[in-house]
């Protein structure tokens, strides 16, 4: 129950904060149209047309916001994904109740240019994918209400057609050589905001909380709409703490000299600190009133202070915290960028309950949602600009640089979770534009930028540090560095880890590890994930390097030679968490990454287009190695046996076999068809599993494993049911295609592999391509091993799912160069 009034806690706080920092705002969701192509100019879009009219075409779909352009495309295996000119249109009702008022749209990020326009009257243009920014559509609009013959023709309402473009550009910060898509359209929430004529455009909050932690203040600062001659302004300034009390306000007359404004400096005694565990808030309230109307804006802020101690680990409110974090990219399965507040919620939610406390927002400034969530869940941020990549462009490319590194500060400025803004990602990676050097990168000139880069970012904001991510000859420009280590997958073995950390650790003041880990296929498993691994070497070093990420070519490694398993991938991340407990120098790491993704440059994937390193799925479907984080990284009781997505184990009779238990109790008991197999201590340097492991001997055919975990009074269970085929399988001759479930007009096809014997060859990896014809429709292009119609069979087998409308359809299944199969339905 405590869980639930959490959670719900959360939901207001969200919503509170959403709607507060403007006087009426309404998101713009639905009678929304989408062209995916370009028109000759923004009078096609409004001109009129009588229905039927073969001059009626191009054909606009209806669609909600958010939405992104390549909500299918950018995982479709035989396309690319579409980068070009796209629009929207919409008749808005509109009705500002402030005389003199302004009537704002207020956008939280569209890709990747974009153009508004009321009727045929540009109104507003932004190049950047990702922050936020506003057109004020007030002129227009009255202009377009003066023309008493389109007031009547569109009835009241007043068009509004927006032009997004995410086409290739050089000269445009992120550089399409990135490990992601560069999605288009509305992505994210559009507002119809009403302010009064003076309005607080901006508040900006400075909590300081004492070394002792028994005082406190906070400076606010606004920044004014065009203040104007508005005489007799009056300022009111309240903070409110978490339990919703007033601490202290402060009333005066406002002098209008310009837009930015010393509001007000306000003490605290004994502050309540802000903390991954106690992630307390308090609330600043600003108040200017006058002739023109009263507004109020308002915002959420944290007391706490934090240390990376020279040399040494992190320090939150003077204690050592570790810092164990993810990674998140904004993608979802059949969405892409195009997330919804609740879906995102669900998201973070499971961060934090897989142990989370910290998360690097990559690679680009996300939605104001994300960290929303972040300071109320408690997950402290290093979130970054899009510089990725490429190299460095010209005038304009910087200039952009520059403008995101401000617009997402100052936009992000008041959330108590970020600690670090990043400036750059991979900036050694070349590729954009030539250079001098054989390295491909001007390395005088990069620099050079990354120093106006940190200088910006100190001057807006001395109070939190800078970083970068894998650009060596720059480490020691930024306040922290995280130097490329993938020990046991781009370079290396895993347990390297260690020492190749501890090596990068003493070369730079900070040190923070963010990105590691490997790609598994989601529901493939190995009974010896290691064997494909023994031309590995230990290098000693264990950075990514050029052509590491093809699964073709150079030398043996885990990313090209192994068998991308989730069983491996649980062994990678388990001897890692291990490590960083016995490492007492260490600020911390982010694993790379929560969430599966979507990529261009990875067409040759289990799953086309698809970064594959995340723990759950592209539809936030837990992978395995979720499990092994919680064990590790929560308090509340948990067990999981590994295996919950493996039907179908293999062996010999009589064959010890291991069953791991993934658990953060004190000690567990394992059953195995009825019989008691003992009980284990947790030990978490008892590699792998944290000792939590058994070698016992299934049965042929059905096998039933559960597993009960105790940590004092309280006891867990968990519980498997498998197969455990002894027959030996031959080289895959046939395929075999049925429908094993069906409910609420989905059905569940299941294709299987198996010899000239009828064994399924259980590791069969394969790739196969499944379709449908007739009334059905193949529910792909969802960037998931169950959500692709091209996709590499796991464990001899692949599943996918087919709306089947009522009516009858005939599915069909080919596999490499077995022949094809069909199956009705």
């Not at 004492?210 to 005082?215: D, Q, T």
């Not at 104007?228 to 000299?257: F, I, W, Y």
């Not at 014997?757 to 449908?772: E, M, T």
């Amino acid at each position: 129950m405590k869980r639930v009034f959490y959670f719900i806690a959360v939901f207001f706080l969200e919503i509170f904060s959403q709607r507060a920092s403007a006087q009426q705002s309404t998101r713009l969701i639905s009678n929304w149209e989408f062209l995916r192509q370009d028109l000759g100019g923004v009078w096609e879009a409004v001109r009129p047309v009588k229905q039927g009219d073969p001059e009626s075409v191009p054909l606009w779909t209806k669609v909600i916001l958010p939405h992104c352009a390549n909500e299918r495309d950018a995982v479709d295996p035989d396309v690319n994904y579409y980068q070009g000119p796209m629009w929207y249109r919409a008749q808005l009702k509109i009705s500002n109740p402030y005389k003199n008022g302004r009537t704002i749209l207020h956008f939280e990020g569209a890709g990747q240019k974009t153009e508004v326009y009321v009727y045929t009257t540009k109104v507003g243009t932004h190049v950047g994918g990702y922050d936020e920014w506003t057109a004020d559509i007030t002129d227009a609009v009255n202009i377009f209400r003066q023309d008493d013959s389109l007031v009547k023709r569109f009835k009241g309402k007043v068009p509004v057609v927006i032009r997004c473009d995410n086409s290739r550009d050089l000269e445009m910060m992120p550089s399409n050589l990135s490990d992601f898509n560069l999605y288009g359209g509305l992505y994210r929430y559009v507002n119809l905001v009403y302010e009064p004529a003076l309005y607080i455009d901006q508040l900006f909050a400075t909590p300081v909380v004492a070394a002792n932690g028994r005082s406190g203040s906070v400076n606010i600062k606004l920044r004014l709409s065009d203040p104007g001659k508005l005489p007799g302004a009056q300022l009111l300034v309240r903070l409110v703490d978490p339990s919703g009390r007033e601490v202290q306000k402060t009333q005066k007359a406002l002098q209008l000299t310009g837009r930015d404004v010393e509001a007000a400096t306000l003490i605290v005694r004994n502050p309540q600190l802000w903390s991954p565990e106690q992630p307390v808030l308090y609330t600043v309230e600003a108040t200017v009133t006058t002739t023109a109307g009263a507004h109020t804006s308002r915002s959420r802020i944290g007391f706490r202070n934090f240390e990376f101690v020279k040399k040494g680990p992190f320090l939150l409110n003077g204690k050592r915290l570790l810092l164990r974090g993810t990674h998140r990219h904004e993608d979802h399965a059949g969405l892409a960028a195009a997330m919804t507040e609740e879906l995102m919620r669900q998201e973070m939610i499971a961060i934090k309950e897989m142990g989370v406390n910290f998360i690097r927002l990559a690679h680009y400034q996300q939605s104001r949602i994300i960290l929303n969530l972040c300071d109320s869940l408690g997950i402290l941020v290093w979130e970054e600009i899009p510089w990725c990549r490429g190299g460095l462009g010209g005038a304009v490319y910087q200039e952009q640089g520059k403008r995101m590194l401000r617009n997402m500060i100052e936009q992000h400025y008041n959330h108590p979770s970020v600690i670090i803004w990043g400036l750059g990602n991979e900036n050694d990676w070349p590729g954009d534009f030539p250079a001098p050097t054989a390295i491909g990168v001007d390395q005088e000139k990069i620099r050079t930028y990354m120093k106006e880069l940190n200088s910006l970012a100190h001057t807006l904001d001395p109070s939190r540090k800078t970083a970068i991510r894998r650009c060596d000859f720059c480490k020691d420009i930024v306040d922290v560095y995280s130097p490329s280590i993938w020990a046991g997958w781009y370079r290396g073995i895993y347990t390297e880890y260690k020492e190749v950390s501890k090596s990068e650790f003493d070369k730079v003041d900070h040190f923070l590890h963010v990105e590691w880990g490997g790609d598994s296929h989601e529901g493939r498993h190995s009974e010896n994930p290691d064997k494909s691994l023994q031309n590995i070497k230990a290098t000693g070093t264990a950075d990514e390097r050029a052509g590491d990420a093809s699964l073709y070519g150079g030398a043996a490694r885990a990313s090209k030679d192994g068998d991308w398993s989730e069983t491996y991938i649980c062994n990678l991340i388990d001897w890692h968490l291990k490590e960083q407990e016995t490492m007492p120098w260490l600020t911390g790491s982010a694993q790379w990454v929560f969430k599966d993704f979507s990529t261009p440059v990875r067409p040759d994937n289990p799953i086309p287009y698809m970064n594959q390193k995340g723990v759950v799925a592209r539809d936030l479907t837990k992978k395995e190695a979720y499990y092994v984080f919680q064990s590790y990284w929560t308090k509340k009781p948990m067990a999981h046996i590994y295996g919950h997505s493996w039907p179908v184990r293999w062996g010999k009779e009589g064959e010890e076999k291991m069953i791991k238990v993934y658990s953060n109790c004190r000690e567990a008991e394992l059953f195995l068809n009825g019989s008691s197999f003992g009980i284990k201590k947790r030990n978490s340097q008892d590699f792998p599993a944290a000792g939590l492991r058994w070698n016992v001997v299934f049965k042929k055919g059905a096998n039933t494993a559960y597993v009960i975990a105790r940590e004092g009074k309280q006891t867990v269970r968990d519980t498997i049911r498998f197969t455990y085929q002894t027959e030996q399988w031959g080289k895959p001759a046939q395929v075999k295609l049925e429908k094993i479930k069906e409910e609420n007009g989905i059905a569940t096809i299941e294709a299987k592999v198996y010899d000239a014997k009828q064994v399924q060859c259980l590791d069969a990896a394969g790739w196969i391509r499944l379709g449908i014809t007739g009334d059905g429709i193949l529910l792909d292009d969802l960037g998931t091993s169950s959500g692709s119609r091209r996709v590499q069979l796991y464990n001899g087998r692949a599943i996918i799912r087919i709306k089947t409308n009522g009516g009858s359809s005939v599915a069909s299944a080919k596999a490499d160069q077995l022949p094809v199969v069909f199956l009705d339905l």
